[in-house]
């Protein structure tokens, strides 16, 4: 896991603090569920898929970059850049399914409720 954090680069990390974030507010909303906090997770899912995809256009650049600078062409080098580049969007969309999921639960709640 650590590795896989690593591969991400920087970007891990605003996608950790962005996901436990939302991922607390979702539980608080299967808990007991309110359209504030429905609201904030979808703005925290916004801001997550967002940021996945900066850091997954930004570790291509990244790999491109470094393949074109190398004096032979290694399809292996590519191929490893493009897998760790991916670490963003399985974090970030994980999440949010996660969270999604917790709010099924939450809206289940608020139809046996009415």
Known sequence: MVDFFRAGGFNMYVLAVLGIA???VAAKFARNAS??????????????AFSSIVGTVSGFAVTLKGVASMPTFDPQILCMGFAESLTNPIL???IISIAWI???VGVRQLKELS
């Open 22 to 24: 939302q991922l607390i």
């Open 35 to 48: 359209p504030q906090r429905l609201s904030l997770i979808r703005s925290l899912g916004w801001a997550i």
């Open 92 to 94: 970030g969309f994980g």
């Open 102 to 104: 917790l709010v099924a």
